[in-house]
């Protein structure tokens, strides 16, 4: 915080002092345009004026920025702390916020995991690309790595993961679901077939079906009948019987007035008798023939005999008697009419389906695979995070061991021609030396600029293979294809297989309304002459409707980003592997002067290894010793690294003075004076330095060869 704080106080200075220089000049200008006294009436002196305040505008800033780019390029400057302090800032923060992304949205790490984790690499890399050299050297060689050999093998992987579990996983998952589709219609077309064979013989069986019912229906017809004259007989017994008893209950009350009044014909009768001896006693004897009424009475009292039912009217009541009868016909009425009476009924029904059924097993499957679906997720999530940290901290030990063998090891990819070689060879040469440009042919092909469009020969060997990325890339685009296709098809399907089922069409059904026996014997034949079922019309194939599953857009984009940026990488590889040497260099550059003063020697001994077989035939041919080179030596002489091969050949044994092979050589070492001495010499050579070693300082003349003064000198 200390150090924030005393940034953004030099900042303020900064811009205070930069406010007040703006300031200055701008008086200076004014004073400067009052001594001029320039004409304001001039209209195009103002037009002037304003050209020139935005030239000298555009002036000021380029000219402050370029103050700040100096003192921007500067290390160790107070402004070059602050904008790497701001750029490892960002940088750190988007490094961290991607692998935030990542880890979170596609991966399976928690918040607080992925928090804790993200944290601490953005201070890093912060901290790192604020105060370190180092730090600034691994983030841009960090990029670079991607297009090296295993970035490459870490996006293919990537790819094929993405593939399986993409799409892949996708065509699997349509195929088995067109499979259960088919298996669901086959079965669908047998259920069919058994219908199609039920409606055949349908109408054989509805036929003798509705015989069946009919005689059932007739049985219990007469059955009914049966009963209802058994119950008719039973009613008229016992209305006889309500009848007798109603005439006895009837005498029972006649014999009642009689006895309270009498008889009709008795009264009447006696009246006359009264009447009879009244006359007899009031008229004479003679007259007494006259009183006689004995048949008058009997005819007239028999005429009045009826007159006995005057009891009966006034004491009998009929309204019990007759409700009891009404009541009993209108129920045997009513039997009689819910025995013939029938209803015939005609619906006409619309059907229309539109909705999905789920497939049962679909469900149960999806029920009993959950947790083993989930434990399989949770596996591949750490499979891909160790994946992923893997890669990591493998591109960051590669980074490390390429520096570190970069700073330890001259001849470690040394194999391009830098500013320093260029700057050393041009010292060379204004001192008179030796000098390596222009290089010959084989060389060329060897080595070359970094900026250089023309490839070396290991270049060519890592670009000459792209069937990998190649065949990645038509496999990945056949995958994907092959998924929008078969879900294009199988969505066609279900498409298809919807608008067919969408309406079953029209369909009629037959009711019978009542409840007699004809109304039952109706309603039995019809239902056995309804043999068209409404299955038989619309065989449900809804569970048979396949749902496929629609192909990932995205990850199919990702696919093909990672393909494309394969191919870019494989043609960009060997120009993108140069940018190493390049940071290198630049951030240690006295290294890079040591490896071009390696290199530079490095062609010149190559070169005298070639010149030495060249120097030792023309020797031969003045001599008459002609030396027989082999086509193995001229293969070591062009091409050095063959020696690693098939080895040195006669280059083992070489003076180290002239580079003469041809024998006889001496050894320092077969001399004896020395077991460690790499010395050796021709015979030339050997009494040119009077046959003592200049490497071990070693007398190698045993056999008194060499004159006393060649050693003294």
């Known amino acids: ?103 979170v949205y596609m991966g399976s790490t928690s918040v607080f995991q992925s928090f804790v984790i993200t944290l601490p690499i953005m201070v890093l890399i912060t901290i790192c690309i604020s105060f370190t050299e180092c730090g600034r050297c691994f983030l841009l060689i960090t990029p670079i790595l991607m297009f090296s050999g295993r970035g490459q093998v870490y996006f293919n992987a990537l790819v094929a993961l993405l593939i399986v579990t993409g799409p892949m996983a996708n065509v699997k998952h349509n195929l088995s679901v067109m499979q259960e589709s088919s298996v669901c219609q086959q079965r669908g077309v047998a259920e069919a077939a058994e219908s199609i064979a039920d409606i055949l013989f349908g109408p054989f069986a509805a036929f003798h079906k509705a015989a069946e019912e009919l005689a059932k229906g007739i049985k219990r017809i007469v059955d009914e009948l049966q009963e209802i004259l058994r119950k008719f007989k039973r009613k008229v017994v016992a209305l006889t019987d309500a009848i007798s008893e109603a005439g006895r209950w009837i005498n029972s009350k006649i014999n009642g007035c009689k006895n309270s009044v009498g008889s009709t014909y008795d009264f009447c009768v006696n009246a006359f008798i009264g009447m ?22 009997n005819k007239l009292c028999s005429a009045v005999q009826a007159g006995n039912l005057i009891c009966d009217l006034v004491y009998f009541d009929f309204s019990p008697l007759m409700n009891s009868v009404k009541q009993r016909i209108t129920r045997l009425w009513d039997r009689a009419f819910s025995l013939v009476y029938f209803k015939i009924n005609i619906h006409h029904h619309y059907n229309y389906e539109s909705n999905h059924d789920v497939i049962l097993g679909e469900i149960k499957q999806k029920v009993s695979s959950i947790f083993t679906f989930e434990n399989m997720k949770a596996v591949w999530d750490s499979f891909l995070y160790i994946y992923r940290l893997y890669f990591r901290f493998y591109f960051l030990y590669a980074i490390f061991l390429y520096r570190s063998r970069y ?7 040394n194999y391009f021609i830098s500013t320093e070689l260029v700057k050393l060879d041009k010292k060379l040469l204004s001192q008179g030396k030796v000098t390596i440009f222009p290089l010959r042919s084989f060389e060329k092909r060897i080595y070359t ?191 050095p690294w063959i020696r690693y091969i098939i080895g040195r050949g006669e280059l083992v044994h070489q003076c180290i003075v002239c580079n003469d092979i041809r024998p006889p050589l001496v050894h320092c070492t077969e001399v004896g004076t020395s077991s460690k001495c790499v010395g050796i010499y021709c015979k030339e050579c050997y009494f040119d330095i009077g046959g003592i070693c200049p490497l071990c300082s070693n007398d190698m003349d045993k056999k008194g060869l060499v004159s006393k003064t060649k050693k003294a000198e």
């Open 276 to 297: 009879q001896e009244d006359c007899r006693v009031k008229l004479p004897t003679a007259l007494s023939s006259m009183c006689n009424t004995v048949d008058i009475s």
């Open 1 to 103: 915080m200390c150090i924030l704080f005393q940034v953004s106080q030099y900042l303020l200075a900064r811009i205070k002092l930069y406010r007040y220089l703006r300031l200055k000049k701008m008086v200076q200008n004014a004073k400067n345009a009052m001594s001029e006294g320039a004409n304001m009436d001039d209209p195009s002196s103002a037009v002037t004026k304003a050209i020139n305040r935005i030239i000298e505008i555009f002036k000021l800033l380029f000219d402050r920025l370029f103050e700040l780019y100096k003192y921007l390029s500067i290390p160790g400057s107070i402004e070059h702390y602050v904008i790497m302090a701001i750029v490892g800032l960002c940088i750190g923060t988007v490094i961290s916020v991607d692998h935030y992304y990542f880890e």
């Open 407 to 413: 700073l330890k090891k001259e001849n470690y990819d």
């Open 449 to 639: 600029k970094t900026c250089s469009p023309i490839l070396m020969n290991n270049e060519y060997l890592a670009f000459s293979f792209p069937s990998a990325v190649i065949n990645k890339t038509v496999g990945a685009f056949v995958i994907i294809g092959l998924d929008y296709f078969l879900y294009y098809i199988v969505f066609k399907s279900r498409m298809f297989m919807l608008a067919m089922m969408q309406s079953f069409g029209t369909r009629t059904e037959v009711s019978v309304v009542g409840s007699g026996f004809i109304a039952e014997l109706s309603r039995r034949v019809v239902r056995a002459l309804n043999f068209l079922d409404y299955n038989f019309y619309a065989t449900n194939f809804m569970p048979c409707v396949p749902n496929p599953k629609r192909p990932d857009f995205w990850r199919a984009l990702k696919i093909i980003g990672i393909l494309v940026f394969l191919l870019f990488s494989w043609i960009s590889r060997p120009f993108m592997m140069r940018l190493r040497h390049m940071i290198l260099d630049y951030y240690h550059p006295d290294v890079a002067k040591r490896r071009a003063i390696w290199l530079h020697n490095t062609i010149l001994l190559r070169r005298m290894s070639f010149l030495t077989i060249v120097t030792a035939k023309i020797k031969g041919k003045f001599t008459g010793n002609e030396l027989a080179v082999s086509f193995s030596d001229k293969l070591r002489a062009d091409y």
